[in-house]
């Protein structure tokens, strides 16, 4: 008797070769899924394919900007997941362009070919947002919700991990740097929550564990004010740096100029969202629409933060930290 062997299914991941992406990948890849990697920029992709078997994973081009390129993309996937987010406007590259109407094309694309969709979006979307970001974030969820009723959308608080872009920006500046900024005096409240516990969160709603039609908030254990985040990041490099706080009017300011580079480390929209508290709401704590809520415990910063952050201490690795 022949033995029939099962295809896997293939899952197209938009921003896949991306931070929170390449973890998405990998935890899809162990899984045993076929990958499509949608990216703008399939070359550049490269360092994602070793996280699988050889042809597991596959880069393909796709921009949310054409059509065209999102529904190829999607062609014989059984389910989409949509990671794509900017941080700054760039050219076409705008918030409404790859936040709103990006997400609806995806969203529509993933409709057409009979696919489940989950989607990346973030605490803070709020369609009454001051932030254009939080705005856009908000109104891609509802353009998917609407699209795809059964879509599982995610919305983490600032995401932290080998290649994020929030504790080692602040790890180099300390490198050289005897002052950080604490923006609106580090009061804000976020809850940051480890890359590997979102791509769990993301890999368990492609396996159909996770109910859809509805929004997950995702945090990690502890809530910490920008002031804790500093303190911590600060105590694992090992270094001793003055913390002076910025004013909000400044902090606009200097995000006004500094939003006219190219690539800007701080715009004024940013700052904009930084006035408001990134951490999970009540409403979702007490409707299980949380980590815990879908069996994950999520992991903190102290446990995570010095296996990548020791690389900014003085002598790295080698460095020797007197126990406490």
Not at 278 to 289: C, K, L
């Amino acid at each position: 008797m022949t033995e029939i062997i099962e295809t896997p299914k293939l899952i197209t991941v938009f921003g896949g070769s991306g931070f929170i992406g390449r973890h998405v990948v990998r935890a899809l890849a162990k899984r045993g899924y076929l990958i499509r990697v949608a990216t703008r920029r399939p070359e550049l992709a490269g360092h994602v394919q070793p996280l699988g078997n050889v042809g597991q994973i596959q880069p393909v081009q796709a921009n949310l900007r054409a059509r065209w390129s999102v529904e190829r993309a999607v062609e014989g996937a059984s389910h989409v997941v949509n990671l794509v987010g900017i941080l700054h406007q760039s050219g076409a590259q705008s918030f409404e362009a790859v936040q709103h109407e990006g997400a609806r094309t995806v969203a529509e694309a993933a409709k057409a070919v009979g696919a489940r969709l989950t989607h990346g979006s973030a605490i803070g979307a709020d369609a009454r947002s001051p932030s254009v970001y939080g705005r856009t974030k908000a109104l891609g969820e509802k353009a998917v919700l609407e699209t795809v009723a059964d879509a599982v959308v995610v919305r983490p608080s600032v995401v932290f991990g080998p290649e994020d872009q929030f504790f080692n920006r602040f790890a180099g500046m300390a490198r050289f740097s005897p002052v950080l900024p604490l923006i609106g005096g580090g009061r804000t409240k976020f809850q940051p929550v480890f890359v590997g516990n979102v791509a769990e969160a993301i890999a368990r709603s492609v396996d159909g564990r996770v109910e859809g039609g509805r929004i997950y908030e995702l945090g990690g254990p502890n809530v910490m004010t920008f002031r804790d985040c500093m303190e911590e990041m600060l105590e694992v490099i090992d270094r001793r740096r003055m913390l002076a706080p910025v004013p909000w009017w400044i902090a606009e300011l200097k995000g006004a100029v500094l939003g006219l580079l190219p690539n800007p480390p701080l715009t004024r929209d940013q700052v904009i969202l930084l006035k408001s508290d990134n951490v999970v709401s009540q409403d979702a704590e007490t409707t299980g629409r949380t980590l815990q809520g879908i069996g994950i415990q999520p992991q903190s910063t102290a446990s995570i933060l010095p296996s990548y952050l020791w690389r900014y201490r003085a002598a790295g690795q080698f460095t020797h930290r007197s126990e406490a």
